[in-house]
């Protein structure tokens, strides 16, 4: 285990690694390698800073725009990609992520309630996430509640619950929507997801919730694979099944609330970086769950590259980015599910 996890790693890293060097290297503004790097290069503290000898507003472009708005991708992806892992993890579903459970959208209502009446800063730029983490484990337990049958839940029923659960919370936004007026645009951003106008301040709020999220969920990789067995075995295997359900899913939605947070509904990357990852890698959580943190990075920071470049100076959505790569994906695990189960879903 621990040979494939170093393989893969190492080369997950460096994938990241390259990522990141031609994401930065590229952008609307047109800025030669030279300048971007050469600009990069002095802000480390020993070099003495770039103010002099590069213009202001490219320095600006480079290591506000750009260098935030990279890493940002990235953590916003880990974050989404290691919710979709966990909900995957407890609720033994390759079809579960934050999105098509629903939990995505609550936490876009809690968000947009709070734009739509104006009290997005009540308690400073926290505001958002704590309402988004509320409104998303409510529409987590009502999503519950819907697919349980006879004291359990029916895992059968569970994405169904989800999608359903969507459409609703979907179409109250589209409601908040109609009733505002000079704040519709940010809340159509809830609904089509972006990175643009986000800074350094959004870069310092998500970094915590994901280094103190990943540990918890790698802590927790072994009982997931027990999960896999059914939570019955789990428990004659010594794991604390429900303390184990709980802990995942509140910290799976909590990543899941600061990431909508902060890009909006940005939907497929919990379902599809997982998945790949357990075609690649196999079914062992201890591996799949670094590696997606990683992955989601990847992945997250090349659509976003490819929607602010692809029709530059235009920006396409990210959300419409996610989709248009996660949705077919989806549809492949639906009709794989079905030749598998002998054509019932």
Sequence with gaps: MKLKLYVFGGAAMLLLVASIVVSMSIG????????????????????????????????????????????????????????????????????ADPFTLGVASGCAVGASFLILFGYQTVIGIWSIPLVAFITGIITLIIVFALSRARGAVNVETLILSGVIVQAFLGAFVTFMVSLSQGVVNEIMFWLMGSLSARGWEHVQLIFPFLIIGLPVLIRYS????????????????????????????????????????????????????????????????????????????????????LARTALSPKEISLGVVTALIGAPFFAYLLYRRKVQRGGAL
């Design 28 to 95: 609307s503004a047109g800025l030669p390698l030279r300048d971007v790097w050469g600009i990069l290069v002095h802000q480390l503290p020993w070099m003495g800073g770039a103010e002099g000898k590069w213009d202001a507003g490219d320095i600006a472009i480079v290591t506000q725009l750009r260098l935030s708005r990279v890493l940002l991708a990235v953590m916003v992806g880990a974050c989404l990609s290691l919710a979709g892992a966990g909900f995957q993890g407890v609720l033994r579903n390759p079809l």
């Design 222 to 305: 072994q009982p997931l694979n027990m999960f896999a067995f059914g939570e019955r075995h789990a428990a004659y295997m010594g794991i604390d099944v429900e303390r184990t359900k709980i802990i995942v899913l509140i910290v799976s939605t909590l990543l899941t609330a600061v990431a909508v947070s902060i890009s909006g509904v940005v939907g497929f990357v919990g379902l599809v970086v997982p998945h790949l990852l357990r075609l690649l890698v196999g079914p062992d959580y201890r591996i799949i769950i670094p590696l997606s943190a990683v992955g989601g990075g990847i992945y997250l920071l090349w659509a976003d590259t």
